[in-house]
């Protein structure tokens, strides 16, 4: 394939003109998602967001471009990285990271979940900052006390990791269970809090 | 059905090949921008179609050709001032005098030889699509390239930056 090398004017046309394009799409609503990459402890995380709020939270563990093409397959494929539209959480989570925050407060968009799955994520935020409750205990919480593996897979299929809070579910003999993030992100957020709780 | 392309994969992989395409046109001015930021705006229009075919490059620079081409052919029906290769400012000692002096060149050739360069040597289309495109045969697609190679060689102290054929053969 030719390949020609890419000319610094050349680079900065084109971030011109990709900032004008990104105009275009957000003045004439063509925009279906917006997204930034941003740096945590945790490495890179991508924060994607909808007209309707924030829509995904992905750990660079899951491959940016394989979460950005399901974003693609499940809301659209008119995807454009902005910062501004995920501003917001992008400087709650830093917030929590520097220890000043304990629960978040941006609007969320949950179309990536399904209703029983949804039901068990919006339980989620009242599990204290600080504090972990088990599968078991979230399903009899919620009046299911048999669907326990649904409260695992809901809970493993979180689309907004970290602000919906997860991981603070634990196998009911205290094991760490899975995470999304990996177990090591898990467990440094586990710890993290019960350091601060 | 492929997975859809998210639109700023796209600009990011093809954005500048067709900025190229629009500039071997048009030179290396705003006309070639305009030519990009059209291509572009009209990708995002359809792209609930566009982001599931196979060869989104080639949609793209198809398009953007086309796109140039409808503004040389304005330009040119505008009347005798045609000023599509301008000048350039003093370059000397500046990297980028190099790439906009190839364009300049490009854009100087005559139409089916610039063509055959811009759609095969810059967007790395095989002959056999540069023939479909432009309605003539792959072979004569060929020999279109390989004289204006031959005419950009001639031409003054231009270094050519793409010595390699997207068709793995030699110019």
Partial sequence: MTSLTTAPEETDVLTRLRGDLLTHATTTGAREVAYSIIETPLGRLLLAATPVGLVRVAFEREDFDTVLGTLAEKIGPRILRDADPVDRAAHELAEYFAGERRDFDVTLDRRLTTPFRGEVQRFLPSIEFGHTLSYRDVAEALGRPRAMRAVGTACATNPLPIVVPCHRVLRTDGQLGGYIGGLDAKRALLESERTRA | ?171
Avoid at chain 2, 33 to 54: C, G, K, N, P, Q
Avoid at chain 2, 104 to 121: D, V
Wanted: charged letters at 20%; one cysteine or more; proline letters at 8%.
């Fill in chain 2, 1 to 171: 059905m492929p997975t859809p392309l998210p639109f700023e994969t796209a600009i990011d992989a093809h954005g500048a090949t067709v900025l190229r395409v629009c500039r071997a046109v048009l030179g290396g001015h705003v006309d070639a921008e305009d030519a990009w930021a059209e291509t572009f705006v009209s990708a995002l229009a359809d792209w609930d179609r566009i982001a599931r075919i196979e060869n989104v490059r080639g949609w793209l620079v198809t398009v953007a050709h086309r796109k140039a081409i409808d503004v040389l052919r304005a330009k040119s029906r505008q009347g005798p001032s045609l000023d599509l290769v301008p000048e350039s400012p003093t370059t000397r000692g500046r990297p980028e005098a190099t790439h906009l002096d190839l364009y300049r060149a490009i854009a100087a050739l005559p139409p089916g030889q610039r063509t055959a360069i811009t759609l095969h040597y810059l967007a790395g289309l095989p002959y056999a699509e540069v023939a479909a495109e432009t309605g003539i045969s792959p072979a004569a697609a060929r020999r279109a390239g390989a004289d204006g190679i031959r005419a950009l060689r001639a031409s003054a102290s231009l270094t050519l930056p793409f010595p390699i054929d997207p068709d793995g053969e030699s110019a």
